[in-house]
């Protein structure tokens, strides 16, 4: 769905850590569930994103 002009489009949840990044995706905001919660910071997805997985982009783990 398209955003209107400086809008930020809505944020899509999902748990498909294992979904491959498409040209398709390139300018929408997913927040990846990481196995306790929907990461706070939402992933922006970007054209060098192409061929990754959602699952790089989620961290885990809580930092030290």
């Known amino acids: 769905k398209e955003a209107p002009p400086n809008e ?3 944020i899509v949840k999902t748990h ?3 979904m ?3 040209p398709e995706m390139v300018g929408s905001i997913v927040g990846i569930y990481n196995g306790k919660t929907f990461n706070q ?3 922006e997805i ?5 061929g990754h997985y ?3 982009f ?7």
Do not use: A, D, H
């Open 54 to 56: 959602l699952g790089e």
């Open 58 to 64: 989620s961290v885990t783990y809580k930092p030290v």
């Open 46 to 50: 970007k054209p060098e994103m192409i």
């Open 16 to 18: 498909l850590r294992n």
């Open 8 to 10: 930020k489009p809505e």
């Open 41 to 43: 910071v939402q992933v």
């Open 20 to 22: 491959i990044i498409v």
